[in-house]
């Protein structure tokens, strides 16, 4: 009896040492990862800004909201603390509108996120017109949808509102030639709830699912000590212009798209004059300059269009505000 009863203990001891062995083998070592471990933060962030407006009372109301979120392709979720003024009014009407925020509304969308409709009447701090559904537009916003509540989902202290949109309005300079949001253009104002900041929106870096065939722009290196900013002046005799500008098009998207220390490459002709060129350039400093001037696509350029040039002036140029900066896009 003993014999057996050492024999079982054995059995199971092996056995599990064999289990034990295949956990470790079969389990990832979740302590080699490099990755900090940070509790459990919600970090789906950053966000776009919206200013939320609704009838409250028989006064326009506005609160700017942070949290709003994507159900399916037709449905919108915007949550919001119970506490704010504004829900009583979208839960009687079982309608509001979403505008996104601008840089330049920027000042009075913080505003009203930091007063409360109940005690200050924040009702002519946008100018607005009515949309077809009902609810306030604000003029400033670049794209406003119009909503209607379909249902109201409670969680610990906030009223989730789950919308249908009814109507988009968008301003004509956002779109694009299909007549579609051009997020580019519109650069609505992101909002990073782990930093409480405002974040611009970034430069698109390529088509979704279709990268290999439609190369973006490159990441770009930041702005060194001896960076350049130059404008380069150029008049093109009459003749070689439509030539010249095919050239000087091909040499501009090549530099943007490939070349990380090429931050600028903008041209523009005067209306007048169109053989007289100026070219905005920035570089991200004096090697990234020489490294351009030394590409193919460049020499390419130069030694295409020499017989092009009238006159050519490169003037340095010294920044007024070093933070500013131009987003290239090439579509």
Not at 83 to 95: A, D, E, F, L
Not at 324 to 329: D, E, K, L, T
């Amino acid at each position: 009896m003993t014999r057996i009863v050492l024999s079982v203990l054995l059995l199971f001891v092996l056995l599990s040492c064999g289990t034990t062995e295949r956990n470790k083998t079969n389990s990832p070592n979740i302590m080699e990862t490099e990755k900090k471990h940070i509790g459990n933060l919600l970090a789906l962030y950053p966000k776009p800004m919206t200013v939320i407006g609704a009838e409250v009372e028989g006064k326009v109301n506005w609160l700017v909201v942070g949290h709003t979120g994507i159900i399916g392709h037709d449905r919108i979720l915007v949550s919001m603390s119970d506490k704010h003024h504004t829900n009583q009014g979208i839960r009687q009407s079982k309608k509001l509108s979403i505008n996104l925020v601008s840089r330049e509304m920027l000042p009075k969308a913080d505003y009203v996120g930091s007063v409360s409709g109940a005690s200050v009447d924040k009702s002519e701090v946008f100018g607005f017109h009515w949309g077809e559904n009902g609810t306030p537009v604000i003029d400033a916003s670049p794209l406003t949808m119009e909503c209607d509540v379909v249902d109201i989902y409670k969680t610990d202290g906030f009223d989730n509102f789950i919308c249908s949109v009814v109507n988009t309005y968008a301003a004509p300079e956002v779109l694009d030639a299909d007549g579609k949001p051009d997020y580019t253009r519109l650069k609505p104002v992101l909002f990073d709830f782990t930093t409480y900041s405002y974040i611009a929106t970034g430069e698109v870096i390529g088509k979704c699912l279709n990268l290999d065939k439609a190369p973006s722009i490159c990441a770009k290196e930041p702005m060194q000590s001896d960076g350049i900013v130059r404008l380069s002046k150029i008049e093109i005799f009459p003749q070689y212009l439509d030539e010249y500008m095919k050239y000087a098009a091909e040499v501009g998207e090549i530099s943007l798209r490939t070349e990380p220390g090429v931050l600028t490459m903008y041209a523009v002709s005067e209306k007048e004059n169109p053989c007289k060129i100026t070219i905005l350039e920035t570089y991200a400093s004096r090697e990234a300059y020489e490294k351009h001037i030394a590409s193919e696509h460049f020499q390419k350029y130069k030694q295409g269009t020499l017989h092009m040039v009238k006159s050519l002036i490169l003037s340095d140029q010294t920044p007024l505000n070093p933070a500013n900066r131009i987003n290239n896009f090439i579509q």
